[in-house]
């Protein structure tokens, strides 16, 4: 199967809170809907980096793209990816983790064509080859057609212990290897201590899960059935509901959707099922998890200092400062100044100023819940 097949479609999941990059994030702004990286919002650059794989004769492919997100997330999303129209939206009632939206998303696709690949994609990742990772894509999507249920596994660079890990029958590969055969899943294991994480790195047969699903339509919702028949159960009675038209099929998400089984596809669907296959990838892959990592990935100068233009760094060295405010005009901005400061994140929105050791930004989730309970939720 070549990346244009017509038979693709991508989904790409768009909920999220977005606590870990506060102030910039929000409830109803999360991250997937910030430039985090500069340019566009990091949905839009998911979504762009895959129309190859969507596209057929000279069409755009933007028919092939469905988003996942929540009914109060509907409007920045759409401003953020107006290419894509609203009937490829699925929007999601309640929050249910990602079984229910993939396997409505399987669902809808599969009325068309069960035989369609569904290729689904965290919203808010960056990948710096883009090549490399259509590459490993279409690996996948031949992996999925051959009936399959297909994941990427990104080999891993040090011992990280905030991802799950998948590890394969044999090891994944050399470095650089693309594109890289499929590997048959052992099992998936959560996140490690770092003693194992360190041991998982050295073996070899250890890849990240980067949340990236491929399958066929029908596979997918044959696994659902075999192991959470009672999504299946919920999906039949939407697809009953479709079968009489657009009106009734809305009433029966609004219905059905608040109930089904709240567990991710990872617990409730992959973890079981049989002959799972994996492409180990290397493309250039981040989560972008925190701040920090929003470091890592951005233009620095000499001294490590990733800021706004006009900042003023005196002997500052690895700071990451970031100017959210509205302004009327380019030249409208407040100047910010380090001075013999390392290692900070400072990051300025109209409402909020947050500054915090680089090491420590994963804590910035710790200023959300204090806020929370001093009752001050329009900040959050």
């Known amino acids: 199967m070549t ?9 790409i999941l768009a909920g999220g809170a977005g606590t870990r990059f506060w102030p910039a994030s929000r409830a109803a702004r999360p991250k997937q809907l910030l430039p985090l990286l500069g340019g566009e919002a990091l949905l839009a650059a998911t979504a762009r980096r895959v129309l190859p794989l969507c596209a057929r004769g000279g069409r755009a492919g933007w028919e092939r793209v469905w988003i996942a997100t929540g009914q109060h997330l509907v409007a920045p999303t759409r401003a953020a990816l107006p290419e894509v129209s609203e009937r490829r939206l699925l929007v ?5 983790n990602t079984a229910p939206c993939i396997g409505w998303a399987a669902a809808t696709v599969a009325r068309d064509d069960p035989e369609a690949v569904v290729v689904v994609l965290p919203s808010d ?23 399959a249920i297909t994941t990427i596994g990104i080999r891993p660079t040090h011992p990280e212990t905030g991802f799950g890990y998948i590890e394969v029958e044999e090891a994944a590969g050399a470095e650089g290897a693309t594109p890289a055969a499929p590997r048959r899943v052992r099992r998936f294991v959560e996140k490690p201590s770092r003693e194992r994480a360190a041991e998982f790195v050295a073996s070899g047969r250890f890849l990240w899960n980067a949340g990236m699903f491929i399958f066929r339509a029908g596979d997918m919702l044959a696994a659902i059935r075999a192991h959470l028949p009672a999504l299946a159960a919920g999906l039949d009675e939407i697809d009953r509901a479709a079968a009489l038209g657009p009106g009734a099929e809305a009433e029966a998400v609004l219905r059905v959707f608040p109930g089904l089984p709240a567990i991710s596809i990872d617990h409730g669907v992959m973890e079981h099922v049989a002959g799972l296959a994996v492409v180990p990838g290397d493309f250039g ?34 700071n990451h400062v970031v100017d959210l405010r509205a302004r009327a005009a380019p030249d409208d901005r407040r100047v910010i100044a380090l001075v013999g400061v390392e ?31 001093r009752g001050r939720g329009r900040h959050t």
């Open 125 to 147: 990742h960056h990948i710096a080859d883009v090549p490399r990772f259509l590459e490993a894509l279409g690996a996948a999507v031949a992996s999925a057609q051959g009936g």
């Open 285 to 318: 892959w981040s989560d972008v998890g925190s701040w920090q990592s929003a470091w890592e990935l951005a233009d620095k100068d000499e001294r490590g200092n990733s800021a706004p233009a006009g900042s003023v760094l005196i002997d500052a060295h690895g």
């Open 343 to 373: 290692g900070l994140v400072v990051v300025e929105t109209d409402d909020a100023l947050l500054i915090v050791p680089r090491e420590r930004a994963q804590e910035v989730k710790h200023a959300v819940d204090e806020l929370k309970a």
């Open 92 to 96: 999601e009632p309640a929050p249910r």
């Open 3 to 11: 990346p244009t097949d017509p038979s693709i479609h991508v989904l």
